[in-house]
């Protein structure tokens, strides 16, 4: 590991704090539910009252992500100068607006006006960003607590895709999102009101103070000079590039090959439960692994489940087990991300630092969407999807390989300097 000077956070006296990390868990259950794993669930009964096409609705999406995407470095500064709790507050607010504004769209322009503030949203709200202000606050206990807060948010399409197409079934899908909104209203603005408020590190408010603009451009230009960040940068993109194309495409992907509805549901319910066991698993069995090969084995595990995907037809053992690899890669790749860059980079502007992979990635995330419909839209059938992702996941795994190594050559280096 690169010898890391002293962090942002290094004087944070205190590491209590265990309500405030289960609250944070919990809103990210909720963000998690509300502002993404209830697209797929829309995306149908969209088409079938409005007529839109499949193309059409993910453009919407894919404009929402590549938004988050480059909002994602600023916020990860901002979060450096102290200002989590201002950026997660505002976040949530911001998403239960956007979503109130979908569901009253008659019109594509305002699908994709609220999916450009919901990208903002996503930025401010998700994992990246309570990452970033746990590591901040917690620098001594930030695995155990990310593992915590991944263990719990993991459970988000357990609960959300079924609650999500019970709203559908009960109120339409307009109907559906305004219980979101609610919902994320009532049960994220709070948390991230108090919860972070408890969690602020006196470390960053004086670096803040002092200069943290030129801590932000220090973790940036270190960034773009390291071997071993592009490798993680190359890594995290294609990875998420073919998560977001196959996530938001599953349920119309089982829908064209007629699987039955109970069949998708449970499948697309497994998910959620597999990321938690696989967290869980790491926490325990796997916490003696070191974050790299654990790494590797997530980066084996994810193109094992495309082939279970590709290979798997209307077999409901097959789409179950797929299920389970899938949510089992995903589940360990979130906390692989959140601490994999302390351990192979440095702690110092964490926030920056995790801001510049996110934008490649979340841009990737954007494409992700319309380029699967894209190619679906080509021959109505998702073949070269699933074609296309399993050869991304090679490459992603390769690149975390050339990540590890050049961290290493990185850390010989400075031992052996004079």
């Known amino acids: 590991m690169v010898t890391q000077p ?40 969209m088409e079938q009252t ?25 916020i990860g500064a901002w979060i450096d100068r102290g ?8 976040g949530s607010a911001l998403g239960t607006a956007m979503l109130l504004v979908w569901s009253q769209a008659t019109s594509l322009a305002l699908v994709f006006a609220a999916w450009i503030g919901l990208g903002i949203a996503i930025a401010a709200t998700l994992y990246d960003p309570v990452f970033s202000v746990v590591t901040h606050r917690y620098p001594l206990t930030f ?17 959300f895709i079924p609650l999500t197409q019970y709203f559908v079934d009960l109120w339409g899908w307009r109907g559906a999102l305004l219980g979101l909104a609610a919902i994320n209203l009532l ?28 801590i932000s451009r220090d973790a940036t230009r270190r960034a773009l000079r390291t071997p ?40 697309m319910a497994l998910i959620g439960p597999a990321q938690v066991f696989a967290r869980a698993a790491w926490f325990t ?3 003696n692994l ?42 360990m790749m979130t906390i692989l991300r959140g601490t994999v860059v302390q351990e192979l980079l440095w702690k110092e502007g964490y926030g920056t630092i995790s801001g510049l992979l996110s934008l490649p990635s979340n841009i990737a995330k954007g494409v992700a969407p319309i380029a699967a419909a894209g190619l679906w839209q080509a021959r109505h059938n998702y073949v070269a999807v699933e074609w296309a992702a399993l050869a991304i996941a090679v490459v992603s795994a390769a690149a975390f390989v050339y990540a590890i190594r050049a961290s290493r050559r990185s850390a010989a280096r400075i031992v052996t300097s004079p």
């Open 290 to 331: 070191s974050t790299p090969t654990v790494g590797i084995i997530i980066l084996i595990l994810y193109p094992i489940s495309i082939v279970l995907l590709m290979l798997a037809g209307n077999a409901a053992v097959m789409l179950f087990t797929f299920a389970i690899c899938y949510g089992a890669a995903n589940g």
């Open 228 to 267: 071993a960040f592009w490798g993680l940068a190359v890594c995290f993109t294609t990875y998420f590039l073919t998560f977001a194309a196959l996530t938001f495409h599953l349920v119309p992907l089982m829908t064209g090959r007629g699987v039955p509805t109970d069949i998708m549901l449970t499948t």
């Open 83 to 90: 200002r989590g709790r201002r950026v997660m507050v505002a």
């Open 6 to 45: 002293r962090t942002a956070d290094a004087g944070a006296p205190v590491e209590a704090g265990h309500t405030a990390t289960w609250a944070l868990a919990f809103g990210q259950l909720v963000s998690w539910g509300s502002l993404y794993y209830s697209f797929s669930l829309l995306v149908v009964p």
């Open 285 to 287: 069995v796997g916490r």
């Open 187 to 214: 049960i994220c603005v709070p948390i991230h009101l108090f919860a972070i408020d408890s969690s602020r590190s006196p470390g960053v408010r004086t670096i803040a103070r002092a200069d943290a603009a030129g």
């Open 50 to 74: 409005i007529g839109w096409t499949r193309t059409e609705t993910n453009a919407a999406l894919s404009i929402g992500l590549l938004v988050s995407g480059i909002a994602a470095y600023p």
């Open 143 to 159: 695995k155990r607590r990310i593992t915590l807060i991944t263990l719990l948010g993991g459970f988000a399409s357990t609960v």
